[in-house]
């Protein structure tokens, strides 16, 4: 019999990046080109089937972070991983995940993490500098370009994050 | 401390059950679901099983169990339902009590506050973003416009040279134009004064720009006049292409032997030529310079005449020369001008010529004085000639004097 395996992930990134159009991609595999902004925090599952064991990834989508309300350390008690989301349109929100990583870290220590360029449809409004991405992969992130839109990239993120908290 | 009463307290307990949607869970210290109840459909926290591990069946705990600390509160949980709410775990002897209570309508209203704040944020940032790539765009416009300006400049610097150029150009053009009008005049005038006088006589004349040697004057010259004797009767027998080659190669012998000792050739006819010295170019010894161009003259007709000889032409050559004052300039009509001498010099000279026999050069006895240390001159005598009331002293020039 597989074994099987629930993980927490956490949604985290700055407002509007496409946290819950992610999610809902993964899960539901639809999109809606309707913004609603998530306040608080919003759980969904999804079983993934890793050949060896089954994952069932419990996912927190976390309300974006902005200046008025800042990311509650709380929500992330108990995650296995997590996945930062920046808009590949707004430089501002790769400066956001990056803080975030730095404060998740401080507090929960390391864990496996994706940073997920998003919007990658939008490319002709990209305003992301590649060296800035290198950078960071030089460092050691782990970098996807996805598209909640087109469902580029998301599928193959969630499940090599899910093969990671699961070892 | 003032409290509720209780009729008031059961309702409002009542109350907030229905209207808060309250729902709990109890789990053990074994993390396993030992107890729940309320309202636990809103949460789609149906099948649930007790005694079984909690987290497997309400996944919302997934990463809250054990509890770090309570009573502990995760504030506006959407769960898979789609009810929100405030999910409380609170610790009560050994039991972990999650209670749940739907805050649906308070999430509502913070996110359309929320919603607008975003939607704010967002057109400002893309306003920023707008505004930072209008002011890229104008920079490159600016940097373009310069570039514009710059070209443009060089352009009318390059316009300006071109019409300076221009405007040298046309200067050239109009000195060269002067200068070619200046060349043809000059040719014009060359060509008609060559018509009268040796190349480089026609020249001195042009160069010297005074052209009023053309008028009416006069001056003491002194005229040859030489033609070939037995012409007529060699003309009247020859052929017509005979006398003509014969007339080219003494006009070719004589010709040059008058340029060089820069006579004024007045004219041809036929055999006959009339030059005279010392008018239009003065010179000091016009008798002189007649003689020596009669000897040579003579000199080369001699040779050309045995030429002739051999083909059976007999033909002799005299020349009579005489000195005095004529009245020298232009004489017909536009379109028709000649330079000419007219006096009795003239007709003295052709008289003499007349009179000279082959091989004689008649001189008066003025021009005979005249190249005493130049010649040998022989007397022959006072001759009548017509057209002259008295005789004249003729003398024959025999040969140059040895230098």
Redesign the interface.
């Given at each position: 019999m597989t074994a099987t395996l629930?993980?927490?992930i956490c949604m985290l990134g700055a407002?509007?990046v496409g946290k819950t159009s992610l999610v809902k991609r993964f899960v539901e595999s639809i999109f809606s080109e309707t913004y609603?902004?998530?306040?608080?925090?919003?759980?969904?599952?999804k079983i993934i089937d890793l050949s060896d064991r089954i994952v069932?990834l419990?996912l927190w989508d976390l309300?974006?972070e902005?200046d008025?309300?800042s990311l509650?350390m709380?929500?992330l008690?108990?995650?296995?991983g997590y996945v930062l989301v920046a808009d590949g349109t707004?430089p501002?929100t790769l400066e956001v995940a990056v803080s975030l990583r730095r404060r998740v870290e401080a507090d929960l220590g390391p864990l496996p993490f994706v940073l997920l360029l998003n919007k990658n449809d939008l490319r002709e409004q990209w305003?992301i500098r590649d060296e800035e991405v290198e950078e960071l992969q030089g460092s050691g992130w782990w970098v996807q370009s996805t598209s909640a839109r087109t469902g580029e990239g998301v599928e193959a993120a969630f499940r090599t994050l899910a093969d990671r908290v699961a070892r | 401390m003032e409290t509720l009463p209780a009729s008031v307290a059961e309702q409002l307990q009542a109350l907030t059950f229905s209207e808060r949607a309250v729902a709990y869970l109890q789990v053990d210290a074994g993390l396993t679901l030992v107890g729940a109840g309320g309202h636990l459909e809103a949460y789609g926290l149906t099948h649930l099983r007790l005694g079984r591990p909690a987290a497997e069946q309400a996944f919302f705990l997934e990463g809250l169990l054990p509890p770090v600390e309570t009573p502990y509160i995760v504030p506006s949980m959407e769960l898979a339902s789609g009810r929100v709410a405030d999910v409380h775990l609170v610790l009560r002897a050994d039991t972990l009590w999650v209670v749940l209570l739907d805050v649906s309508t308070e999430r509502d209203a913070a996110r359309r506050m929320q919603q607008k704040a975003y939607d704010m944020t967002l057109a400002q940032e893309r306003e920023a973003l707008l505004n930072r790539q209008l002011q890229a765009a104008n920079a490159a416009l600016l940097a373009t416009q310069r570039e514009l300006q710059a070209s443009r400049e060089a352009l009318v610097r390059a316009h300006e040279q071109v019409q300076a150029q221009a405007a040298e150009l046309a200067a050239w053009n109009k000195t060269l134009e002067e200068r070619v009008a200046a060349q043809l005049t000059e040719i014009e005038r060359m060509a008609r004064l060559k018509r009268f006088f040796a190349p480089p006589l026609a020249e001195l004349i042009v160069s010297s720009g005074d052209e009023r040697i053309l008028e009416s004057h006069r001056r003491d010259i002194a005229v040859l006049f030489c033609d070939l004797r037995g012409f007529t009767a060699f003309a009247e027998s020859a052929e017509p292409e005979e006398v003509m080659a014969l007339l080219h190669d003494y006009h070719a012998a004589l010709v040059p032997l008058i340029q060089a000792l820069e006579g004024t050739l007045d004219r041809f006819v036929g055999d006959g030529l009339m030059v005279y010295f010392n008018d239009p170019l003065p010179c000091p010894n016009p008798a002189e310079r007649a003689v020596s161009l009669a000897v040579a003259m003579r000199d080369a007709v001699t040779a050309l005449a045995q030429t002739w000889l051999r083909r059976d032409y007999q033909v002799g050559f005299g020349i009579g020369i005489a000195q005095g004052f004529a009245t020298l300039g232009q004489i017909g009509f536009e379109g028709r001008f000649d330079y000419s001498a007219i006096g009795t010099v003239i007709n003295t000279a052709a008289r003499l010529c007349e009179a000279a026999k082959d091989g004689q050069i008649l001189v008066t006895s003025r021009v005979a004085t005249a190249v005493a240390e130049l010649a040998d001159v022989k007397e022959i005598g006072p001759l009548k000639f017509k057209g002259l009331s008295r005789p004249l002293a003729v003398c024959n020039v025999e040969a140059l004097r040895a230098a």
């Open positions: 629930q993980k927490k407002f509007s609603l902004t998530t306040v608080g925090v919003k759980i969904d599952k069932n419990i309300a974006g902005d008025i309300s509650r709380s929500y008690r108990g995650s296995a707004r501002s305003a | -």
